[in-house]
C-alpha cells in the first residue's frame, strides 16, 4: 500500500472548516484513499473514502487532486467533538489483497473554543 | 444502526496467563479484522478472516491464535501473556473484503 504523509498536528477555531491535507505522491490506481479519525481511545472512526472524484457526505469532503497525489479532508463547519486523530490511509482496491488497513502517524487536529 | 460488538471491554490478566477476546461483526458482514494499539502508538493490523478462513495476516505474535466462526464472530486467543501486550484491541468488520471497514469500541487490555 502506498505511503501517505500527513502533517502532525493543526488547530481549527470552532465554527471554522478544518481542511486536513494528506500526501500519497506514490499511490496507484487501483489504491482509494480512505479517512478514518480516532477519538481518544476510541474505535477508529470512519469518515470518507474517494478513488479518482471528489467525495461528499454529510460527516465531510474529500478533495482528491487530479494526479490523485495528494488529498484534502474537509470538516466545514468543525465542533470541539472533531478534535481527534485523523488518518488518512490509501489501501487496494483489488488484487490478493483483503483490505488491511495500515494506519501512519495521522494529524491531532484540534478545535478551540 | 447495529454497530461492532467487543468483548469484554476491559480486561486485566497476570504474566503468562491466557485471554481471549471476541468479536461480533456488524449483521451481514463477512470479514472481519484485528488491530492492535499500544500505547501512544497508531493500531497495526493483526489478522484478518473471510467466509471462516483466514486472509491476511500481519504482525501477530505466535502465542496469538484466531479464528471465525459459523455465525461469522471471532475470537482472538492470546496466550502466554506478557507486559507488552497491554494495549488496545481493535475488530473492525466489513460487508466483504476490501469494503469499508467499521470498528467496534475495542477492548482494554492489561497484563500486569
Known amino acids: 500500500d502506498a505511503k501517505t504523509t500527513q502533517p502532525p498536528s493543526m488547530d481549527c477555531a470552532e465554527g471554522r472548516a478544518a481542511n486536513l491535507p494528506c500526501n500519497h505522491s506514490?499511490?496507484?490506481?487501483?489504491?482509494?484513499v480512505y479517512w478514518y479519525r480516532q477519538i481518544h481511545s476510541q474505535g477508529p472512526q470512519y469518515i470518507i473514502h474517494?478513488?479518482?472524484n471528489n467525495e461528499t457526505n454529510e460527516m465531510a469532503s474529500l478533495i482528491i487532486t487530479e494526479d490523485r497525489k495528494s488529498s484534502t479532508l474537509i470538516l466545514p463547519h468543525a465542533t470541539l467533538r472533531d478534535t481527534a486523530v485523523y488518518y488518512c490511509?490509501?489501501?487496494?482496491?483489488?488484487?490478493?489483497?483483503?483490505?488491511?488497513?495500515?494506519f501512519g502517524q495521522g494529524t491531532i487536529l484540534t478545535v478551540h473554543p | 444502526a447495529a454497530g461492532v460488538i467487543q468483548s469484554p471491554r476491559h480486561l486485566i490478566k497476570e504474566k503468562r496467563e491466557t485471554a481471549t477476546l471476541k468479536c461480533y461483526p456488524i449483521?451481514?458482514?463477512?470479514?472481519v479484522y484485528w488491530y492492535q494499539q499500544g500505547p501512544g502508538q497508531d493500531p497495526q493490523f493483526l489478522i484478518s478472516f473471510y467466509e471462516k478462513m483466514q486472509s491476511d495476516k500481519g504482525s501477530i505474535p505466535d502465542r496469538f491464535s484466531a479464528q471465525q466462526f459459523s455465525d461469522y464472530h471471532s475470537e482472538l486467543n492470546m496466550s502466554s501473556l506478557e507486559l507488552g501486550d497491554s494495549a488496545l484491541y481493535f475488530c473492525?468488520?466489513?460487508?466483504?473484503?476490501?469494503?469499508?471497514?467499521?470498528f467496534g469500541p475495542g477492548t482494554r487490555l492489561l497484563v500486569l
Open positions: 506514490t499511490i496507484s490506481g487501483n489504491e482509494y
Open positions: 473492525a468488520s466489513s460487508p466483504a473484503p476490501r469494503e469499508t471497514q467499521y
Open positions: 490511509i490509501v489501501r487496494v482496491a483489488g488484487g490478493t489483497s483483503y483490505g488491511k488497513l495500515t
Open positions: 474517494g478513488l479518482k
Open positions: 449483521p451481514r458482514h463477512d470479514t
